[in-house]
């Protein structure tokens, strides 16, 4: 199956069990066993957003989402929206937990999408990138910890003019915070991504309306103003 054999994430095996979640409460969230390669755990939430893939991609892509998350900031130093890019993030922690940092390459899987139809978007930590933030940040560099581990991807498949969702993630936080904590605040975090991510999609008929700045879809095709 194509989706396995090019994904940067192969979905989990997903039963019954899995969509009968998503009927009934619009996501359903599972965490998997990291491999003995791996090493970490990686959460992942599949669901059905009411909207064409176009504009769940370009909601998920969007450089300025609305969302609920607190505590972020984050900077774009390659690329734009749907574009591939590189994108710092600073994790504003409370006391007595030391702030967090990380640089992300996000990329476009154009093979996966002319394979099979399926788009791909997802992102792996970029250390070498970090003195790119310097400038904006200054000491903030110096003072927070760079995650040791951070990727993960979004997968969009159509489905009756709507879209079936996958999202993983496997991050570590590095220094005292437990890996376990975090994999486990991560799944606690899952429904709303997927909220954020409808409600930005339905926002798209206006927001990417006619003279709109065209996007590219992952084969890199542009899509078409709403």
């Known amino acids: 199956m194509a989706i396995q054999a090019l994904s940067f994430f192969p979905p989990p095996a997903l039963d019954a069990a899995a969509f009968e979640e998503v009927a009934a409460q619009a996501t359903a969230r599972r965490r998997i066993q990291g491999e003995a390669a791996q090493g970490l755990d990686r959460v992942a939430a599949i669901g059905l957003i009411p909207a ?4 769940v991609w370009l909601a998920v892509t969007d450089d300025h989402p609305e969302q609920s998350f607190s505590g972020l900031t984050e900077q774009v130093y390659e690329g734009a929206w749907a574009s591939p890019k590189l994108l710092y993030g600073y994790l504003d922690l409370p006391w007595p937990f030391q702030d967090r940092q990380w ?24 250390a070498a990138s970090l003195e790119r933030a310097r400038a904006a940040m200054g000491a903030k560099l110096d003072e927070a910890l760079l995650t040791p581990r951070n990727e ?3 997968l969009l498949i159509p489905f009756q003019g709507q879209t079936l969702a996958l999202y993983q993630s496997r991050v570590s936080l590095g220094g005292v915070v437990p890996d376990d904590a975090v994999e486990s605040w991560a799944m606690s975090g899952l429904n709303e991504i997927f909220s954020d991510a409808a409600a930005n999609a339905a926002r798209m008929q206006t927001r990417y309306g006619p003279g709109c700045i065209p996007q590219p879809d992952p084969s890199g095709t542009p899509i078409p103003c709403f």
């Open 152 to 154: 993960g991807h979004w």
């Open 103 to 126: 640089m992300l390459r996000i990329r476009n899987n154009r093979a996966l999408a002319l394979e099979a139809g399926v788009w791909e978007r997802y992102w792996a930590l970029d």
């Open 52 to 55: 064409p893939p176009a504009a």
